[in-house]
């Protein structure tokens, strides 16, 4: 058996909105790209599930869940301008949540080293009353509190690297100790928060919570000193049982919604540090979830070397390359201080 497993399905193809750039041909992109690398059949794949109710309302309220299975169930609609429901999304949310959830078992069961949940609509943004921002149910959020209620771990750290803040998922854990919530994400952009002073609840998960709010055309070394200079350093402070990524690939050069400009490789880089740290500090122990990443090409070749390296294989070469311009590193040097001089998992 393939130490990493894949978990996805066709059915999420029936989400889309005619026109909405968050539809249906990225995964169709990510499958084709997928099979052309030659790693469908080094990949052990699963079919998920649909996440069950009770997951789901472990992290959203009755009254949101109703609204998405009555939208769904009146043919669609809109949430706002940006997050449409078909009459098929209540059911591919609820899939793309179990798929989350599959993976998280997969991994924590001993069956897989790593997984890649491969799911649409994404759902970072979806807060624990709310759809927005494309999305509909937090995925990883689900998944998240069933690792801790479900199958007994005590500490999880998520590491959203998507170019928007997971405001979501910082609200959903903004009070919760057991889960570290990291966000590196475009400043001032969509959604708006994720400041550095966003930490936690001050009095139940102060520290908990750790935003890197970066300036526009950050790239390939600004992200990477980032996690040598923050992320490392909290999640070792943190020491996770267990690592999930938010996995938005929106952060590339090319993508038309993102303003910053990562590479591939850059992408591949981060990878690198968080399956170091797995291996450092939760025998290995990863799963990412898909959330956004709208240039095709960019998002089947950031998941066609992400696939490779939870493979333990070498990235490969990048098909798109970097972009010749300077990034502004006085800027994000001025963050990271910053949150070395104020964040709990940080301070000496």
């Given amino acids: 058996?393939?130490?990493?497993?894949?978990?996805?399905?066709?059915?999420?193809?029936?989400?889309?909105?005619?026109?909405?750039?968050?539809?249906?041909?990225?995964?169709?992109?990510?499958?084709?790209?997928?099979?052309?690398?030659?790693?469908?059949?080094?990949?052990?794949?699963?079919?998920?599930?649909?996440?069950?109710?009770?997951?789901?309302?472990?992290?959203?309220?009755?009254?949101?869940?109703?609204?998405?299975?009555?939208?769904?169930?009146?043919?669609?609609g809109e949430f706002d301008s940006d997050t449409y429901v078909t009459v098929d999304s209540w059911d591919a949310a609820c899939l793309a949540a179990g798929a989350a959830v599959g993976a998280v078992e997969a991994v924590l069961s001993g069956?897989?080293?790593?997984?890649?949940?491969?799911?649409?609509?994404?759902?970072?943004?979806?807060?624990?009353?709310?759809?927005?921002?494309?999305?509909?149910?937090?995925?990883?959020?689900?998944?998240?509190?069933?690792?801790i209620r479900h199958l007994g771990l005590a500490r999880v750290a998520i590491v959203d690297y998507d170019v928007h803040h997971g405001n979501g998922t910082q609200d959903v854990f903004y009070d919760d100790p057991q889960v570290l919530f990291c966000s590196?994400?475009?400043?001032?952009?969509?959604?708006?928060g994720g400041s550095v002073a966003e930490m936690g609840d001050r009095n139940l998960a102060f520290g908990a919570t750790l935003n890197v709010p970066l300036p526009f055309g950050s790239g390939d070394i600004g992200y990477n000193h980032v996690f040598e200079q923050v992320i490392a350093?909290?999640?070792?402070?943190?020491?996770?049982?267990?690592?999930?990524?938010?996995?938005?690939?929106?952060?590339?050069?090319?993508?038309?919604?993102?303003?910053?400009?990562?590479s591939v490789s850059g992408y591949a880089r981060l990878n690198q540090h968080l399956l170091a740290l797995a291996d450092e500090l939760c025998a290995g122990r990863l799963v990412m979830i898909l959330e956004g990443g709208y240039n095709?090409?960019?998002?089947?070749?950031?998941?066609?070397?992400?696939?490779?390296?939870?493979?333990?294989?070498?990235?490969?070469?990048?098909?798109?390359?970097?972009?010749?311009?300077?990034?502004?590193?006085?800027?994000?040097?001025?963050?990271?201080?910053?949150?070395?001089?104020?964040?709990?998992?940080?301070?000496?």
């Fill in 296 to 348: 095709l090409e960019a998002l089947g070749a950031c998941v066609v070397m992400a696939a490779r390296q939870l493979l333990g294989h070498a990235p490969g070469p990048d098909p798109i390359g970097e972009v010749a311009a300077p990034e502004p590193l006085a800027e994000i040097e001025r963050v990271i201080e910053t949150l070395k001089a104020h964040h709990p998992l940080l301070r000496l």
């Fill in 111 to 147: 069956a897989a080293r790593n997984a890649f949940a491969l799911v649409r609509p994404p759902g970072h943004h979806a807060t624990p009353n709310r759809a927005m921002g494309f999305c509909l149910i937090n995925n990883i959020a689900v998944a998240a509190r069933y690792a």
């Fill in 1 to 76: 058996m393939s130490n990493t497993v894949i978990l996805t399905a066709t059915s999420f193809d029936a989400h889309t909105w005619h026109g909405h750039v968050e539809q249906a041909a990225r995964l169709v992109a990510i499958r084709h790209a997928l099979d052309v690398s030659g790693l469908h059949n080094v990949l052990h794949h699963r079919t998920p599930n649909s996440a069950p109710e009770t997951a789901l309302e472990a992290v959203h309220t009755p009254h949101l869940l109703r609204q998405i299975r009555q939208l769904a169930s009146y043919g669609g």
């Fill in 184 to 192: 590196t994400h475009a400043a001032p952009f969509y959604p708006g």
């Fill in 233 to 262: 350093p909290a999640l070792r402070r943190f020491h996770p049982e267990l690592i999930l990524v938010s996995a938005g690939y929106d952060a590339h050069w090319t993508d038309p919604l993102g303003p910053m400009v990562l």
